[in-house]
């Protein structure tokens, strides 16, 4: 098992990982809906932040120059641990209109604990030349962020690649030429569903380096499991809005369950202290509620893959179970188990 624990010591405090960056949309137009959680959710003190939203949302940038904080623009406590992406996600479909140094200095501005570096997403659609392209431009916006970085925020080079091979090439390549405290993967949000090659990608990250390594967008319910088992360090997902958006109910160990399914059930499902002592009807017109309750689901995920670990009980013979119950996620687990045990 790969599976790690570490400590990070980051300007606004110490972190333990593994951990999740629940995705705040502050900056996004039309939803800065995240729910609070981080002063009731106590595995949940990190957010995740896209410093390229936040930038072009003038008003809000504009308080934000003007002594306002951005946990205080977030609602929550000062000491809360906070990571900046750059945004490159919106560079699927948008031009780029930033610097690494640029990048840089919104993230400084912002405080943020942990930036990661301009990146351009690649897609399975583009054709080879331009994802080579895009690859190799993201090696050199990490370059030039670490020759522009100077402060104790962590940096992390985001790194891009559809076989082990590219994978562990660049991080070894930005090893040898920068200074970073980490590496973060990119664009794996679109094959999601490809989970051998997911599996495989992750574990070629892993093995490259001994630093933090983060996985941008896949920490949702099933692979919040998996990459505990491959021994990333940081996961950030927004799941939890947008299954609450499509009325989808997070069950631990299970999945999500669409809450027209479980119509006739009077208590709900979970005892966590959105559910407890509520009814379905309650949380069905509460999309709030429902994130909120989401996101103990995914605590409750971490918490128990913890509580295995420091049981001394056997983690594979606990994902066996944890994934018996779906034939993709089963089969996922299998694939991983197998590349896992021949790393031995
Ligand atoms: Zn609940």
Redesign the pocket.
Known sequence: MLYRRRELDLPHGELQTPVLFPVRNIGKRSSDNTPSYVTTIPDFSAAMINARSIRNRKPMWNRLMNGVSLREELDVPENTIVFADSGGFDFVSEELDTTPADTLETQHQLKADIYGTVDIPITRENRTTVNQRRINQNIQFALEASDHHDCDAHLLASVHGYDPETIRNNIRYLEKHGTFDGYALGSLVPIRTDYKKVTKLVIAARQATDKHLHVYGLGGLVYQPLLLYLGVDSFDSSAFIRSAGNRNYLIPGFGGEELQNIEDMDM?P???????QRKLDDIREDRNALTQ?NL??LATELRRFRYIVESGRDVEHYLDLRFQGNEVTQRAYKIAKQQVRGLA
């Open positions: 709900l979970c005892p966590c202290p959105v559910c407890g309750h103990w689901a």
